[in-house]
């Protein structure tokens, strides 16, 4: 399994991390987010609420990773590996992660943040069957967020042919992730497609309504989370800042294949592990387990992911 080729390296300085992203540790967030889900999950979607905004997890593939230290446990061995894996009850090999873009409704805007791998990667390309489940048709879809500029992000904005599959939506994506998606040459194609849909914006932004962009530094050039806001309640998007809810979290000082810049990746994680669990975060981590909602906690030295479903 491989991915595009990696953007160019992260300039943004670690000081950056999460500076955009509010707190929501108080009990009112906690009631919330355990009774957020208000309509039962089914095959490829699930609903849950942010305040009084609708969202929906999607579905668009699985996809496996050896358990060879090329791509998680890089510097270990597969066995460092397998023995993370097999105490929490996993599998030691392959490594399964999940790929699920996220959707948000408020008023006039259906926002989606990111688009999937676009049926590549050997994923099942799930995207618009999930977004049919969940009552929005491709035409309907008013933003697009990309967190950052890998396959598995922005490989469904096209079809098969290059065609926008969204043509009325706005694709909003860094600067800095920008310049190095059109240095990319094997993203020159997409590049093409998208450039008349583009506008780009700096970390601290607001990209859509109740949306700030969030720097978190390291995994590419410009790598953005989301803070999504309504009234007392938040939700990150984390993008690719962990891609497995067990080693990314119980392990983040092991370096993985996929970033650009590991040392302010690892950085960048730790820093969210610790900020996640001190405040109590709500986060979407897309490569999580469906539907990659939840919270981390603190155990003995180290976190664990709680999944809210």
């Not at 994923?123 to 933003?143: C, F, I, R, Y």
């Not at 909003?172 to 583009?198: C, F, H, N, Q, Y």
Request: glycine share 10%.
């Amino acid at each position: 399994m491989t991915f595009n080729a990696k953007l160019a390296t992260a300039s943004l300085i670690l000081a950056a991390v999460l500076a955009g992203c509010s707190p929501a540790g108080d009990s009112k967030s906690d009631a919330a987010a355990t009774a957020a889900p208000s309509v039962p999950a089914v095959a490829d979607i699930y609903n849950f609420r942010i305040g009084a905004l609708e969202a929906v997890a999607l579905k668009d593939g699985e996809l496996d990773v050896r358990n060879d230290n090329q791509t998680f446990g890089m510097g270990h061995t597969p066995e460092d590996v397998s023995a993370v894996l097999t105490a929490a009850a996993l599998p030691a090999d392959p490594i399964h992660l999940f790929i699920d873009p996220l959707l948000v409704r408020d008023g006039d805007h259906t926002v989606l943040i990111d688009t999937g791998a676009g049926g590549a990667m050997g994923t099942e390309g799930k995207l618009l069957q999930s977004l049919a489940s969940a009552g929005v048709e491709p035409g309907q879809v008013t933003d697009i967020l990309i967190s950052h500029g890998h396959g598995d992000h922005v490989g469904g904005l096209v079809d098969v042919a290059g065609a926008l599959r969204f043509p009325a939506a706005t694709i909003r994506i860094s600067a800095a992730e920008w310049t190095a998606l059109k240095g990319d040459p094997a993203m020159a194609p997409l590049v093409r497609a998208i450039t008349p849909r583009v506008k780009t914006f700096t970390p601290g932004e607001v990209v859509a309504p109740n949306i700030t962009a969030v720097d978190i530094p390291g995994h590419t050039a410009g790598h953005t989370g989301f803070e999504i806001a309504s009234g007392d309640e938040r939700l990150l998007y984390i993008g690719d800042a962990m891609h497995h809810s067990v080693i990314s979290v119980q392990r983040p000082e092991w370096p993985i294949a996929f970033d650009g810049d590991s040392t302010i990746a690892i950085a960048s994680r730790q820093a969210l592990l610790q900020r996640a669990a001190s405040q109590n975060l709500r986060l979407y981590a897309v490569h999580f387990p469906f539907p990659g909602l939840g919270h981390i906690k603190r155990e003995g030295d180290g976190f664990i992911w709680v999944p809210e479903a």
